[in-house]
């Protein structure tokens, strides 16, 4: 179920019988030469929805802008600070726990939206204890990145070795390209590439990665690919969801 | 041309012949028993991909989430407080300003956003400056709200007449079920509805409009009255955009 | 009833039959070559005097600086970003919440104050319901500004046509010249005035106005024409704020 | 010169010889069963505009909500929090700096605004400095309360010995009383007044000070008393202005 | 009791008897040619343990950079703005209110600390009572300057008259000595310093005391005479303390 | 060298050859019945000092309450909300860049401080660019864990197993043994220890974690283990640091 798509009191019927919801979250940042600059928000927002119809669960709209501040360098590229998406974070939870939800399962596309992410959740936990709000003890938000399940890990690993990379990986231009076969990229791609994991400055990153790119092939990528990355990325975060849920 | 379906190569191309970006926004609150909660950042988008295609203008990521705390004792509706929509503003448009966009066309699909959009504006012209960014005396923000377009108007008056409303209206209803005609909702809909239009906190709000809808009847909605909603907001929107680009 | 002449003692004994509180709010900014730059808030206070008279009710102190960000490239202009008056305003309701007032009447000076304070009273009614303060959910607001008003709209088209402008308009600056006529400015005004009601940044708005006028002659403004205006505000916000007070 | 009676023009051609400006302060609080509420913004404006006239100095329009959180029990007070009062602080002086002022004045009638004053210019300092803004190392900031004078309180204190107390004292009534010797409040007035200076929170101190009073006895205030009072302070705040304005 | 040597059931233990908790608060800055840029925070430690020793209280861990902006144009400096530094402050109290403590004694070595302190404690006081914490109106603050204990100041006259001065005083370089009897630093010191007592900004604070030092003589500084500082500040504070404590 | 111990221009000398600083970070929580509630503190302090005199960095003052939130349940404990702890690591980093410090490296001792100082760092990187502050893009900060070094969780494992745990840790435990052999704490540790590594709010932490530890047995720490941890943070940490330091 699509919240977006959905009526009140659908949302109303739903909570009766379900207090957990799949929250999507990307970020809109340069890819390299070609990658989407939506990459992270299309990957994040495809695997939730595959998962909300798996396990019957709600779906939010998707967080499509998050924090990306060191890839501002790049046109086109579009970030919170941190302590916009704290308040940002924290106001959509805030909202949803007075509807009467408590499980909060955030589906990330970008690995530059954790950190932020965790300190929006302790942030929001004491706010809503400190308001006194009725069961505040009993949210729980969770991060789970798509990108780290165990079998998209190793798919990309025996697919890409070291060409994965670890930004405008091939993994998730792939699975854009299986959600949006009409708009597959091509360009140029240096062999190349700075393969260091360092992330400092937006002026340094640019500095740093000329195209993008931080140690990635993206050339490897076919949308056949992209369907497998999205079927295991959906079965394994279905099973995290009903895990998260029904845990204490 | 939509930017998260672009490289940043693609930007840094779109950039060198204009500096004018459109960002859709809505919200995602309850629109009555029949009504989408995600029907007005639908409309948004919907509209602002038609007018980005007409003009050839690059769209951002829709805003789906805005300005709507006094529909939040409505479960599924989330909101941003002003003071952080102010943040979230202005982080979108540092970020686009320094790429080098200077024209901001904001289509909004949500009454409740213009106010806190306005003093966004504000806000960031005055931190740009302050900030000694180059150019920002030539940032230009612009608010269109699709529903308040002439040609858009006079067609709900012809068709509803009263039965318009001011939430939950059979126009965005309509525009609604001609994007997602698979999930056209009915419900019953009681003939007496508060007409009133105040608007004051989330707990009140509920009391005075007990079913969410602000003396409307969207059971009056068809998709064919949507596509005549689009064709005639694109249409208008186009030149308006076109206006603003080329005003100084 | 002035509060800022009144004791607490006075103060808890018209709580015990009114709830209701005029707040006047202006600006302090440029008003062209003979406006005073004290305009707005002069207006709003003269004005608010007047209805509280009129009406008995509580009149708060003047508000005497809002949000003008725009103007600030003029000296004399002081502003308060939107967020700062955001704080503002809801500091000012929370106390005055707390010690019992639920209808805040806001009779505005500025239309750069407007959405702003719409913003702030969206963002005061979820604090309060949020702290769960004892009747949260009855506190409402309202902006009226004196010079929408549709009497006084009409005698300004009567007396002055397109000449009325929209920014050091001759009807505010009869009205300052009606309360202070002590300290009536006569300047040369060049008759070529910049009509275009466009407003982004502060620079850009003197490159376009250069002597602060927005295509208005107010050199044809007359204290007596003031005291009209005067009357006029002061009768019709008289009727506007016993709607509200009495209203739902 | 009060700048809210000035134009623009005005403004501009002041600075040309002058940079300095006072900015009076006051608060909205209860003073007592015989005090206005707006005592110190009272006395703050009448004394800051007999300096502006002793010294052709520009003064800005009141602040006449301060810091008085801690009054808040008591119906009538408004507040601002410390965290907003230094926004506004800041917005108002980095307005006036950006138009060419330096030396900002403010004379002061609530000693509960000092710390957060002193506070607001420490932030605004480094602000100015961060904004690389032009002469900001040349920005200074003074508070100068008027009850503080030496020679207002060498007055209290030979009218009143220890009955001049330290809130709603018999000095400052006396002053509102000559300079509105209309609203001259009488009440009966307990002589036994809790003495002790201490100051924690608001529930707290209606507690600790029932009626509002710190051990003073303003039934001693006299108009003519008030008059004394006002040319002293006057008289040596004057001295203080061109002190400081002429000081490195 | 030192907190951070506790373990929290020593806390829970200590809390049924007692519900007082001293603050060390400090600063790091810049203290002229000899004096340690930690000065402040040692010397607040320092007499803070010993206080505690003396009246067996809980001391927290002492904050260590505190409100120094005016000294930051000096290499090693580290200041909070006020603004962090009041919600820094927030945070600590609210922590421990919780836990169940209500008085809050704060040892400061820092001058440039009270004003944002006193600001701190308004906002903190408002901040509990909105959150309706139990017992919030029992909640006190008290700020209590060692340096400015009576009996310090009678020997910082006697030992160094004039040349005590107002910052990097002899009286706290001597305190430091006693403490770190190992890094006694000796410099040469122009016995021409600039006395005046005026501060403003980072940039002007440099440019007006070259050295960093006002008015001060460190050179007169001994560890004996650090020894006597400390043992007059430690009785002094222990007994204002207990007053502090068992005062109502 | 310690900051806190030296003189500004003892500070301007070390920078002429170093721009690198080390700052320790902790955090003022619960550790269980037996570890000090500033374990994570003197942790983080210890270890910077001895990498300080290894590699002859300077060290700064101690952050000795930082980001947990999560214990505030257990008394004792202090944190810092996300929000603030941006601000603060923001202001410490911002003063030290302006004195000429490019590399940071913070030494921490908490788990809960990494998402939250990440986040800080974004934050930060790009405001000192926003300010347009001389070689922003050159600032690299890093977060260092001393409890995460291979040589540590291995010796950690080595000698505890699965006992280790997550929190309360024996091999923190020992290092403070080794720090404060004089304040070894005893207690009664039930075996039965919830193991589970699952952090939410604070009620709930309790709820699930009865006497503060997570999968631990401290009981088996002892300072001579202690001794070993530090020995080998400090070694594994030095050759980091260097590294950071040299690093593009
Ligand atoms: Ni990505
Ligand atoms: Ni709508
Ligand atoms: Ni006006
Ligand atoms: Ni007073
Ligand atoms: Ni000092
Ligand atoms: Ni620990």
């Known amino acids: 179920m699509l919240l977006h798509l959905s009526t009140w009191q659908e949302v109303e019927a739903y909570l009766e019988h ?47 802008v998050g924090m990306a501040l060191h890839h501002t360098a790049f046109p086109g590229t579009i970030s919170l600070r941190p302590s916009t998406m704290i308040q940002v974070v924290g106001d959509y939870i805030t909202c ?26 302790s942030e929001t936990y004491i706010y809503l204890e400190d308001l006194q709000i009725s069961d505040a003890s009993l949210v729980q938000c969770h991060v789970a990145n798509w990108f ?5 890990y190793k798919l990309a690993h025996d697919l890409y070795g070291k060409e994965e990379g670890s930004h405008a990986t091939p993994s998730e231009v792939a699975l854009t390209q299986y959600i949006y076969p009409e708009v597959i990229k091509t360009a140029p791609l240096s062999p190349e590439v700075n393969k260091e994991g360092k992330i400092y400055g937006a002026t340094d990153f640019r500095r740093r990665y000329p195209d993008g790119r931080m140690g990635s092939n ?4 076919t949308p056949e690919h992209g369907k497998q990355f999205y079927d295991l ?6 099973a995290g969801y009903l895990e998260f ?3 204490t």
């Open 96 to 121: 949803l726990v007075k509807a009467g939800f408590r499980k909060f399962y955030f589906i990330n596309g970008h690995g530059g939206n954790v950190a932020t992410l965790k300190a929006a959740f």
């Open 18 to 64: 379900s207090q957990g919801i799949i929250l999507p979250i990307g970020s809109t940042e340069q890819h390299g030469p070609t990658g989407l600059i939506g990459t992270d928000a299309i990957c994040a927002e495809a695997v939730s929805g595959g998962v909300g119809d798996a396990v019957k669960a709600m779906v939010a709209p998707t967080i499509s």
């Open 148 to 152: 780290m399940c165990g079998s998209v």
């Open 233 to 238: 990325a959906v079965k394994e975060l279905s």
């Open 245 to 247: 849920l029904n845990g």
């Open 218 to 221: 993206p050339g490897l990528a």
